[in-house]
């Protein structure tokens, strides 16, 4: 017993400092769900010693060490605003709308986003806005008027003569952070960007940076007897409402917009950790009281987390085939987000300057869609924490790098990796699809044949090709293996528009971006004579991408490598650059998971794509396949629980 007072005593000290650090200095040094996992921890001591210490966090709503600043007032709430209990199962959310169904049979429901923001209210008396705050401790805010007044998307009238506290989350969109940090002003997340901005005492900030406020409730009294009527109202006096807000009547409508919601949270400009469910009429959540520190009314359904902090061990730095140096950061191995985490990426030089990152330091990751994890910025200095060495010369082939902006690059041409990189980039499904030719193909022809550029692949023999695949200790039967290597390069030479374009490697152009060229310009001679106003007009592509697409083709050295290309047989299909489509997969949803032997994720989303299917990165109820390689984890054992049909690759190309 002794020991478990104890240790709920440690847990209230770590959690203390932590609240300190998130709330008052806005510095997270853990991530939320590793706040999460202590609280659970001395919740679930509590429950088994049947005490309660008097300083715990338990006890509060919110931060029970939230502090007023130096600067700032205090301001009491209407009336107390409680925070959310929070499930993270369907089948404990489904028990929650049970249990109020059983009781209250016409009870509907509502479902919205789970904001990661910063919780603010605003006063309106007398259809003026007289008075805003945050959150605080639910009982007592931070008084941030002028802050708030600020914000572009905050009416300072409304149309009631009332005396309303209207409330909603602060937040700064995605597109809007990264500005942010190009400006070169330093914050970890979007969270602690809205969190620090609103708490400056510069007023003028919230304008500066962009903050909004996503309007979802209502407190004080009102006459509104649903919340379907409460966000009507806040609609008609030009509040920015959540942007998903759907009614529901059964359980298994609630579990239907939880999956729709999980499987479009990657595509949004903002951040959500989840949804808030809501019995939609007010007398029933009237009814239903609320606890100490929950209302019975109201849930948090939580995603698994996408952040959590790990020690940075080392940082290595790779060369793509543009030369530009990625700095990888290796990491203490933690789980995150359905995967073991090992590396991440810290973008550039600048990057890492800027986030004031060092090795033996702790940092913050965050996942998510499925790419390679990111380092979000420093949490906590170790006693053993010292400078990333940040390279003069290429870590390859040893040429002194170029610095342009806040980017490192090899420009020696014949670097082998820049060379290797673009070949199977060149070679790729998206490129000229050249089958048999990937990765260690590719190394075995540049080592063994000297094949240091694309278009040599296609003076290949049949004895040269033999002898690389007597080289691969993969290769079965290597005569046969050469022979139709040798078919699929004949077989390249014949490329639709768009392929050809990718194959190039202009910076800045990927497959989305091919299509779109080729199905404006139709030719390479127009495309080659296009000048940057014509460029520019184009959706999706920038000033600095048309500059790009320029340069390129005002480069005699590109024009000889597209002219050897000719020169070798290759010949362009200007016709319906899409012809080869098929619609095969149509009305199909599909998530790729694990990895492939002769796919990469990008090539099987593309295939499915390109057959008129739709790619996914959450398994839910609406998935109709679940294409399963090695390692595929916890997407594959959600698909089996849900019934979802799990197909091998081979199935997968069975159906094509």
């Known amino acids: 017993m002794e020991d478990k007072i104890s240790r709920m005593k440690e847990l209230i000290s770590e959690i203390e400092k932590h609240n300190y650090n998130y709330y008052f200095l806005d510095n997270p040094t853990i991530s939320d769900a590793e706040w999460d996992k202590l609280m659970d921890e001395l919740i679930y001591l509590e429950k088994e010693t049947g005490t309660t210490l008097e300083n715990s966090p338990t006890k509060h709503v919110g931060a029970n060490n939230k502090q007023v600043l130096t600067g700032f007032k205090k301001h009491k709430h209407q009336t107390r605003l409680y925070s959310l209990n929070k499930v993270t199962s369907r089948e404990d959310l489904s028990k929650w709308a049970s249990d109020i169904l059983q009781n209250y ?251 004031k990152v060092k090795i033996n330091s702790r940092v913050l990751i965050r996942r998510s869609n499925e790419v390679i994890p990111e380092v979000l910025g420093l949490t906590e200095l170790t006693s053993e924490s010292h400078d990333i060495v940040i390279p003069t010369h290429c870590p390859n082939c ?95 030479k014949n490329i639709d528009f768009n392929k050809f374009i990718f194959s190039l490697s202009i910076k800045g152009i990927g497959t989305k971006a091919s299509k779109t060229l080729a199905k404006k310009f139709k030719t390479l001679d127009n495309l080659k004579n296009a000048k940057f106003e014509d460029l520019i007009e184009i959706n999706d592509i920038g000033e600095i991408t048309a500059l790009d697409i320029v340069n390129y083709f005002n480069n005699e050295k590109n024009l000889n490598f597209i002219n050897s290309l000719f020169e070798r047989g290759v010949v362009i299909n200007y016709e319906d650059n899409l012809q080869n489509q098929t619609n095969k997969l149509e009305n199909k949803t599909f998530v790729v998971t694990g990895s492939f032997e002769k796919y990469s994720r990008d090539e099987m989303h593309s295939l499915i794509e390109e057959n008129g299917g739709k790619t996914s990165t959450s398994v839910s109820k609406k998935t109709n396949y679940v294409i399963a390689g090695e390692d595929a984890g916890s997407k594959l054992t959600k698909a089996r629980e849900l019934g979802v049909t799990v197909l091998t690759i081979d199935d997968f190309l069975n159906m094509l």
């Open 398 to 492: 040893g040429e002194p790098l170029s610095e342009i902006g806040a980017n490192l690059f090899c420009t020696n041409d014949n670097c082998s990796v820049r060379q290797k990189e673009f070949m199977e980039h060149f070679c790729s499904r998206q490129g000229f699809d050249i089958e048999g030719i990937r990765d260690k193909t590719i190394e075995a022809m540049y080592n063994e044949l000297g094949v240091t550029s694309p278009e040599k692949i296609f003076d290949l023999t049949y004895d040269e090709l033999e002898k690389i695949c007597l080289l691969e200790s993969s290769a079965q039967n290597e005569s046969l293996k050469a022979k139709n290597i040798l078919k699929a390069i004949e077989k390249a």
């Open 105 to 355: 049979k016409d009870a509907t429901f509502v479902v919205e986003y789970k904001y990661d923001g910063l919780t603010l209210n605003i006063n309106y008396n007398n259809g003026n806005l007289i008075s805003a705050s945050t959150r605080g401790n639910g009982e007592v805010g931070e008084l941030v008027t002028e802050q708030i007044k600020n914000i572009k998307n905050v009416p300072l009238t409304i149309n009631s003569k009332l005396n309303l506290e209207i409330g909603g989350e602060g937040i700064i969109r995605r597109s809007t952070f990264k500005k942010i940090l190009e400006a070169g002003e330093e914050f970890k997340s979007e969270r602690n960007t809205v969190a620090g901005t609103i708490r400056n005492l510069d007023p003028t900030m919230t304008k500066k940076r962009n903050v909004e406020i996503m309007f979802y409730f209502i407190n004080g009294k009102s006459e509104f007897k649903t919340l379907t009527e409460q966000r009507e109202f806040m609609v008609n006096n030009k509040f920015s409402v959540g942007l998903y807000f759907k009614t529901c009547k059964t359980v298994e409508e609630i579990i239907s917009s939880i999956d729709e919601i999980e499987n479009n949270k990657d595509n949004l400009d903002i951040l959500i950790d989840g949804a808030v469910i809501k019995v939609n009429e007010n007398y029933i959540r009237k009814e239903l009281g609320h606890t100490d520190k929950f209302p019975r009314g109201e849930i948090a359904f939580k995603f698994p987390a996408i952040e959590i902090t790990t020690l940075l061990k080392d940082v290595v730095w790779q060369v793509g085939r543009s030369g530009k140096l990625t700095p990888i950061a290796i990491l203490d191995e933690v789980y995150l987000a359905g995967a073991t985490i090992k590396r991440a990426t810290l973008n550039n030089k600048g990057d890492i300057e800027r986030k």
